[in-house]
């Protein structure tokens, strides 16, 4: 069964420390992996995107990480700012009958308090 | 343009109205996607659009009616809603079904039904 799977489901850190949110997943056949921050009541914006070939990506103070052997990332984010609170989706996309289909991991949900 | 734009942001309707969310991309996307999301739960897949024709219907009930009157716009027609379909709905886009990148969402309609 195509699943992803996160973790913590919800975290709580203080202002400036680093956090690393992961991502583990049974997706077959790999297409990509996103991860995206929502936050509460807007729409998922794309933080970053890996193909199998690619282990590492960065935006700003955002990195993900991709492991394709042990089907993990992880999205690791540094000297937070209030602003980081939101919830963190990691979405695994799969390639079945010629369409890239999206399978939604349920989140974590970071809290970044002064 | 690299936004997918949703109109209302928000609505309130009742159980006997019939309203339409409406989403426009300029990105010459052309695929484009509704999404309904209850709080706390991973956005869920509605319909799929291939070049204005209904690609993906995951079985949606027949009360949400999707349109995609030309490549930039795509309308959900809604009618007879019950409360529970109160969530927020997402509209995104991209490429095509077969290109990972460029996968955008708009930000969404938080729909209320009384």
């Known amino acids: 069964k195509n699943q992803v799977e996160q973790s913590p489901q919800s975290l709580i850190i203080l202002e400036g420390k680093n956090c690393t949110l992961q991502c583990n997943y049974t997706v077959s056949p790999f297409s990509n992996l996103r991860w995206y921050k929502q936050d509460t009541g807007r729409g998922p914006v794309s933080l970053t995107i890996m193909t199998f070939s690619e282990n590492t990506k960065s935006n700003g103070r955002y990195t993900a990480t991709l492991d394709a052997d042990t089907k993990q990332s992880s999205l690791h984010i540094t000297a937070s700012q209030l602003s980081d609170s939101a919830s963190y989706i990691c979405v695994v996309s799969a390639m079945w009958e010629d369409t890239d289909k999206l399978i939604f991991g349920t989140g974590t949900r970071l809290q970044v308090f002064p | ?114």
């Open chain 2, 1 to 114: 343009d690299t936004e997918v734009t949703q109109t209302p942001k928000h609505l309130v309707m009742g159980m006997t109205n019939k309203k339409s969310l409406k989403c426009e991309q300029h990105m010459g996307h052309r695929a484009m996607y509704w999404y309904k999301q209850k709080a706390k739960k991973p956005p869920e897949l509605m319909f799929v659009y291939s070049y204005e024709k209904l690609s993906i219907n995951e079985s949606v009930p027949s009360r949400f009616s999707p349109e995609c009157p030309n490549s930039s716009l795509l309308n959900l027609h809604l009618h007879a809603l019950q409360p529970e379909d109160s969530a927020l709905y997402l509209c995104a886009s991209s490429h095509d079904l077969q290109v990972a990148y460029g996968y955008t969402f708009g930000s969404g309609t938080r729909l209320t039904v009384v």
